[in-house]
C-alpha cells in the first residue's frame, strides 16, 4: 500500500512539474536560444544601445472574448516578456501600437483600468526605459477618432503623437500613424508642426554641432530609426518573403491605404522629414523586411521591418525583435516564441513518459503478494 502511495505522489509531483515546466520554464528555455546581434561601429559602448521591440499584444478589454481567452493569453505574454526582460536584460523596450484591442470603445474608468493592466503585465525595472506608440485599436483609425481619446492615450501612456528621444547620441522618432492622415484635423496639423521642428533640430544639428541641444543637453547627430504602427507605403505584402510573413493568399491581398499602410504621401513626407536609416512598424501581425530606395529624398536608402505580433492571440508563433544600435551601425535579431501546439505536445509527452517510468517499475498489485 505504501508503494501505490508512493507512486501515485511521483505522479502527483511530476504534474506540477510538467506543469511548471510547460507554463513557465518554457519560455526562458525558448528565448535563451536568442541572442543580441554583434554590430561593427567606431563609437564606444558607452553609445550602444539594446532595444526590444514588440508590437499587437491587443489587451482584449470589457467588450469581446472570453475571460478564460483573456487569463490565457495574458500569462503567457507576461511570462514571455519578464523572462526576456530577464535574460537580456534591454536597455529600453518599445510596443508599437494596438496594447489594447479595444481601446477605441472603452470609457474614461475602463481605459484607466486597462493602463493599470498593461503596466502590471509588461512591467520593466526603473533601469529600462519603456516607450510606446499609439496603434488603431488604441484610439481608433483616423476618421473614428473620438474627441479626447487621443489625447487620453498620450496622457496615461506618455505618448505625444511624435516623439524624438535621445539615447546615447541614437536618435529615435516615435509617429503616431493615424495623424498622418494628410488633412486639416487638430491631430494632423499638431503632429505635421511636431514633425517640421524635429527635422529641422536635426537638420540644424547636422549642419552644426554646436546647435545639438535639446532640453538643456547636448548630444551628436546620427541619423534617425523611425517607429510607428504603420507599415510605410506599399501596395501589398506580396513582395514579403520572410518565414512568418502572411500566408497566401492574405500576402497578395491589396492594402487599403491609411487603413493598412501609410499614403503614399504621408510616406514621403516622412522620409523627407525624417532621413530614417531603418524603419520599424507593427499592425499587420506579420514580419516582412522591405528595402526602400527614395531618388527624390537625396538617394534616401534604409530597410523596413514589419514586427510580428507579440500575442498568441494574433499568430500562433508570436516573434519579439533585438536589435543592437549604435550612432553608426545597427543590426536586428527577430527571436521567436513557444508556439502553443508545441507546449501542448510538450506536455503530453512529459505525462506520458511519467507515466511509462511508474509502469515500467514494480506493479502496483505486487505489493499485496
Known amino acids: 500500500m505504501r508503494r501505490i502511495t508512493k507512486k501515485i505522489l511521483i505522479f502527483l509531483l511530476g504534474l506540477v512539474f510538467i506543469g511548471f515546466y510547460c507554463e513557465y520554464l518554457i519560455y526562458y528555455v525558448v528565448i535563451l536560444q536568442c541572442y543580441w546581434p554583434k554590430i561593427e561601429t567606431s563609437h564606444g559602448s558607452n553609445q550602444i544601445i539594446q532595444a526590444f521591440i514588440l508590437a499587437d499584444t491587443h489587451l482584449l478589454g470589457p467588450y469581446r472574448g472570453h475571460w478564460l481567452d483573456k487569463w490565457r493569453r ?12 530577464r535574460i537580456h536584460k534591454p536597455h529600453v523596450v518599445f510596443v508599437l501600437g494596438d496594447l489594447f484591442d479595444e481601446g477605441e470603445w472603452t470609457d474614461n474608468k475602463q481605459f484607466k483600468e486597462y493602463v493599470s493592466r498593461f503596466y502590471k503585465l509588461f512591467s520593466v525595472p526603473s533601469s529600462i526605459k519603456m516607450f510606446v506608440v ?10 473614428r477618432i473620438r474627441r479626447g481619446f487621443a489625447q487620453r492615450f498620450s496622457k496615461y501612456l506618455k505618448a505625444p503623437s511624435v516623439q524624438h528621444i535621445v539615447l546615447k547620441n541614437n536618435h529615435f522618432v516615435l509617429i503616431n500613424s493615424m495623424a498622418l492622415e494628410g488633412d486639416s484635423c487638430n491631430l494632423c496639423t499638431e503632429a505635421r508642426k511636431q514633425i517640421e521642428n524635429v527635422s ?13 541641444v535639446d532640453n538643456n543637453s547636448t548630444f551628436n547627430y546620427s541619423q534617425p530609426i523611425l517607429m510607428q504602427h504603420f507599415p510605410l507605403y506599399r501596395e501589398s505584402d506580396s513582395i514579403c518573403t520572410e ?8 500576402r497578395n491581398k491589396l492594402f487599403r491605404l ?15 522629414k525624417i532621413k530614417p536609416r531603418a524603419v520599424f512598424g507593427g ?4 514580419g516582412c523586411l522591405v528595402e526602400h530606395f527614395y531618388k527624390e529624398s537625396d538617394g534616401a536608402k534604409f530597410l523596413e521591418y514589419s514586427v510580428p505580433s507579440f500575442s498568441w492571440r494574433n499568430r500562433p ?9 549604435a550612432p553608426d551601425a545597427y543590426a536586428v535579431q527577430k527571436c521567436g516564441l513557444p508556439r502553443e501546439s508545441t507546449i501542448a505536445l510538450t506536455a503530453v509527452i512529459m505525462i506520458s513518459i511519467l507515466i511509462g517510468c511508474l509502469l515500467t517499475t514494480r506493479s502496483f498489485g505486487r505489493d499485496y503478494f
Open 134 to 143: 499609439v496603434g488603431n485599436h488604441d484610439i481608433g483609425f483616423h476618421n
Open 317 to 325: 508563433n508570436p516573434k519579439y525583435m533585438l536589435a543592437t544600435i
Open 243 to 250: 518565414p512568418d510573413a502572411p500566408p497566401l493568399p492574405e
Open 258 to 272: 491609411k487603413i493598412d499602410a501609410l499614403s503614399q504621401e504621408a510616406t514621403n513626407y516622412l522620409i523627407k
Open 200 to 212: 529641422e533640430k536635426l537638420f540644424k544639428c547636422l549642419q552644426n554641432p554646436v546647435n545639438c
Open 283 to 286: 499592425h499587420t501581425h506579420h
Open 74 to 85: 495574458e500569462w503567457q505574454m507576461h511570462q514571455a516578456f519578464q523572462a526576456i526582460i
